[in-house]
């Protein structure tokens, strides 16, 4: 095993700046996983990582060793493309021990390697068989397995399920992360997949830009995101995010209200607000409660609303509502959906479970601990 470490790292493509002085350290035996949108830059870093690519500026090291000038092939690391990169004209054996013949192994410790690895994987029925003959997941197996097979320093796993089905996918993102558990080798991991991130990830690092937003662990990203950007993006269900405005300020109380006119008090004695300046207040959709609209002290300290669309997913749901203002909020429940649309609704929220943003984005206050 060995630690991976970025420092100052740049690319571009043209004129075209796709990685910006990125500093990144990955600890030995640790699994990072790189989230964010589209174009961010995450399978860019991959690609520098492994040698597909060359940095402009900075330097890469794997262990102790610079790495800058080293091909890809002598740099010790394994790469799981999300397009598999099997040979198809190669049985699973073939592939699988291919790396392995290069090297000049022995028969007998191919065989012994191979065989292995595809009884961990459950693909050793499986040795005889061309790429064609197989479903999506077991030639993702089969990828995962020919890297294994090798002994690298590291793996690299760029989006290895975004081609399986739902299920599929549920089902490998399981069996990767038993072979996390086994290996205890160095891992990068990237992926648009939010459960993949949180279950697999030792760390998650979130990407912008060719930037690096904020990188820890799945429950540091979660509860204390540094801006709204990371807070957006990390979630099953991008949490909602108003404007609001401070009218007042005691030591434990921060009464806001909103252009809707409703007012909302938050009792937090961990920040210091400025009277009348803007901010931006966020729920996460998990965190709101709704209950039907009706008169009395029971209706204070919260928002009222119409619902505009119901999902019912059976064991959970999602019920978006619009506001007086016309602005939509969601929520998430951890049961069957009832609401209608059209439906009068009251949503609360736990004080301690909320978030305040200046109106840059920046976090003032997350989760309450």
């Known amino acids: 095993m060995a630690s991976i470490r970025l420092q100052g790292v740049s690319k571009s493509f043209r004129d075209n700046s796709i990685i910006k002085d990125v500093d990144l350290t990955i600890e030995d035996g640790e699994c990072t996983v790189l989230v964010g949108p589209s174009g961010c830059g995450k399978s860019t870093v991959l690609r ?84 064609k003959e197989l479903s999506g997941g077991q030639r993702q197996r089969v990828a995962i397995g020919r890297a294994i097979v090798r002994n690298p320093f590291a793996f690299l796993f760029d989006e290895p399920l975004s081609n399986l089905d739902y299920s599929l996918r549920c089902q490998m993102r399981y069996e990767i992360a038993k072979l996390k558990a086994r290996l205890k080798t160095t891992m990068v991991y990237v992926t648009h997949d939010q459960a993949e991130a949180m279950t697999l990830a030792d760390k998650i690092v979130v990407m912008k830009d060719g930037k690096i937003e904020q990188q ?48 909302i008090t938050i009792n937090r004695s961990d920040c210091k607000l400025e009277q009348g300046k803007r901010y931006l207040l966020g729920f996460r959709p998990e965190d709101l409660i709704v209950s039907e609209m009706r008169n009395g002290s029971d209706m204070k300290n919260g928002l009222a609303g119409s619902v505009i669309l119901s999902e019912n997913l059976g064991g959970e749901g999602f019920i978006h509502i ?30 301690a479970r909320c978030y305040l943003f200046d109106v840059d984005g920046n976090t003032i206050f997350g989760i309450k601990k």
């Open 48 to 131: 520098l990582i492994c040698g597909l690519e060359d940095a402009d500026y900075g330097d890469i090291y794997i262990g102790d060793r610079l790495v800058n000038d080293v091909p890809p092939s002598s740099r010790g690391i394994a790469m799981v493309f999300q397009s598999y990169a099997l040979y198809p004209h190669m049985t699973v054996f073939e592939n699988m021990a291919f790396a392995l013949q290069v090297r000049k192994l022995s028969k007998s410790e191919i065989e012994e390697r191979v065989v292995s690895t595809a009884k961990v994987l459950k693909i050793d029925h499986l040795l005889l068989r061309k790429p």
């Open 216 to 263: 820890g662990t799945p429950l540091e990203i979660y509860n204390s995101p540094v801006n709204t950007f990371v807070a957006k993006f990390i979630g099953s269900s991008e949490m909602n995010i108003m404007p609001v405005v401070c009218e007042s300020v005691s030591e434990e109380t921060q009464k806001f209200s909103l252009d809707t006119g409703e007012k």
């Open 322 to 351: 619009s506001l007086k203002n016309g602005a939509q909020i969601n929520v998430k429940s951890n049961k069957s959906v009832t609401e209608e649309i059209g439906d009068s609704v009251f949503l609360k929220f736990d004080h």
